[in-house]
């Protein structure tokens, strides 16, 4: 199963990009929506993650700046990002669990200008 994953682009340093991600109609009771973030040469990390009944994560990187969101009625998670800073630039990931299976989608790039 392969999440579409779409959104990223280039953008100068305090622009803005809302990544989506979109998961099949046939994956339910999905517990979580995230969104990861590699860029060159370093881990894949924790971006913002989205559960039911409980706060918000959000890396401290990107606290007060990227908004997560989800709508459980079109199975999509999406990223708002605001006041992008060059450091933003990665390949950004949606991953979904569901029940015991992990979904990733293909990856977006984000690069911003400085």
């Known amino acids: 199963v392969q999440l579409q994953a779409s959104g990223g682009g280039l953008v100068q340093a305090g622009g803005s990009l809302r990544l989506s991600c979109a998961a099949p109609g046939n994956i339910f009771s999905i517990n979580v929506m995230g969104w990861y973030r590699q860029a060159p040469g370093k881990q894949r990390e924790l971006v913002a993650e989205?559960?039911?009944?409980?706060?918000?994560k959000y890396s401290d990187s990107v606290r007060g700046r990227f908004t997560i969101s989800r709508d459980d009625a079109k199975n999509t998670v999406d990223l708002q990002m605001n006041s992008l800073k060059p450091e933003d630039t990665a390949v950004y990931y949606c991953?979904?669990?569901?029940?015991?299976?992990?979904?990733w989608g293909q990856g977006t790039k984000v690069t911003v200008s400085s």
């Open positions: 991953k979904i669990t569901s029940g015991s299976n992990t979904y």
């Open positions: 989205i559960r039911s009944y409980v706060p918000t």
